[in-house]
């Protein structure tokens, strides 16, 4: 079974892509979603112990747990310490019930790929990406501050990296239709990739 990592960095256009790739058929693992269920079960009573106050009738209440963690490097990284190592449980299910399926090629759609290692554990690395001003634009829309964004551009690397170091790039600033083009041409060429996991 061969293993693609997808990334990119906020208002890229990886959500969507993901969806491109499950449309073709491809099992995809979000790891945001992993952790979104992991806030609202297993995780909260160990989130609770270690940040308390920051839930809210047995879930992770973000707003709240934001306020202790943002900011503080030693704070977000002791919750690391507690989510990542769940989440890892979560895709590590995930592969073997695709693999148990017959599943050729599985997606993990991890938002730090490269910044946590992640890219060690799959076969090809997928960026999605799209002009500066174009990733601005969106996220504006969304709602998120200007100041917020910096923020958050702050904790990943570089597009400029990530597009360097990935096997294949998705430019979703050409519209859906490449879009659709680009991951199909993806998984034509995955096909005949060698495995590279460690």
Known sequence: MFVIGLTGSIAMGKSTTARLFAEEGVPVHDAD??????????????????????????????????RQVVGNTPALK?????????????????????????????????PLLFETGGDSRVDATVVVSAPAEMQRARVLERGVTAERLEALLARQMPDAEKRARADFVVDSGQGIEQAVTQVRQILDAVGKMPRRRK
């Open 33 to 66: 979603a992993a952790v979104h269920r992991l806030y609202e079960g297993e995780a909260a009573a160990l989130i609770e112990a270690a940040f308390p106050g920051a839930t809210r009738g047995g879930k992770v209440d973000r707003v709240a747990l934001g």
């Open 78 to 110: 002791r919750l690391e310490a507690i989510v990542h190592p769940l989440v890892r449980r979560a895709e590590e299910k995930f592969l073997r019930d695709a693999e148990a399926s017959g599943a050729k090629v599985v997606v993990l759609d991890i």
